[in-house]
């Protein structure tokens, strides 16, 4: 069975720093173009990052600069490390699964909760 | 960056009546589109990929339609499992993006 459990959220100061951390089970980690989603309270949907199989990253502009997407096969888990942490970074932070090269995520974890307050 | 444009923002209806939702995006996205269906408290969960195609396990009563510009989400007959928010979402071109979604309501 494919699970994704999402851990590493919590509390932190503005211009702070924090690693999420995806562990990825039932599927091989670095086959699947795997990606960060985040939601802020009671707002829609945004795209963060995402890293593909071979290792290419991407990230959203207001991510750019402050993040870095990573992975690790042998703890089969995927990374989101955050720095420079901002008071609209407050989100719910999720990992998905891609489709193998298609238009859609097929798994999503539960989400940590990050939220950037003094 | 491809702006998703989702209408109506919200929809009530009863159920047993059909829904119809528009995601339109600023700029062809090909056939690179997936819905997302998103209840209180819950993760998402993908409803279509590649604009028509149902994934694994979703009822035949959701179906989407569309390529380039102009996609639609339908639901045949609503049942109360169906009201929630509704997304769509593009990989045509960096940054993948979403819309801002739609919430299906009981009226």
């Known amino acids: 069975e494919v699970q994704l459990v999402e851990s590493g959220g919590g509390l932190v100061q503005p211009g702070g720093s924090l690693r999420l951390s995806c562990a990825a089970s039932?599927?091989?980690?670095?086959?699947?173009?795997m990606t960060w989603v985040r939601q802020a309270p009671g707002k829609g949907l945004d795209w963060v990052s995402t890293?593909?199989?071979?290792?290419?990253?991407h990230y959203a502009d207001p991510m750019k600069g402050r993040s870095t997407i990573s992975r690790d096969i042998s703890k089969t888990t995927l990374y989101l490390e955050m720095n420079s942490l901002r008071a609209e970074d407050t989100a719910l932070y999720y990992c998905?699964?891609?489709?193998?090269?298609?238009?859609?995520?097929?798994?999503w974890g539960q989400g940590t909760l990050v939220t950037v307050s003094s | 960056e491809i702006v998703l444009t989702q209408s109506p923002a919200t929809l009530s209806l009863s159920p047993g009546e059909r829904a119809t939702l528009s995601c339109r995006a600023r700029?062809?996205?090909?056939?690179?589109l997936a819905w997302y269906q998103q209840k209180p408290g819950q993760a998402p969960r993908l409803l279509i990929y590649?604009?028509?195609n149902r994934a694994t396990g979703i009822p035949a009563r959701f179906s989407g339609s569309g390529s380039g510009t102009d996609f639609t989400l339908s639901i045949s007959s609503l049942e109360p499992e169906d009201f929630a928010v509704y997304y769509c979402?593009?990989?045509?071109?960096?940054?993948?993006?979403f819309g801002q979604g739609t919430k299906v309501e009981i009226k």
């Open positions: 590649d604009a028509s």
């Open positions: 998905a699964k891609s489709v193998p090269g298609r238009a859609g995520f097929d798994q």
């Open positions: 890293i593909g199989p071979g290792g290419d990253t």
């Open positions: 700029q062809s996205v090909s056939s690179s």
């Open positions: 039932g599927f091989t980690l670095s086959s699947y173009t």
């Open positions: 979402q593009q990989r045509g071109s960096w940054p993948w993006t």
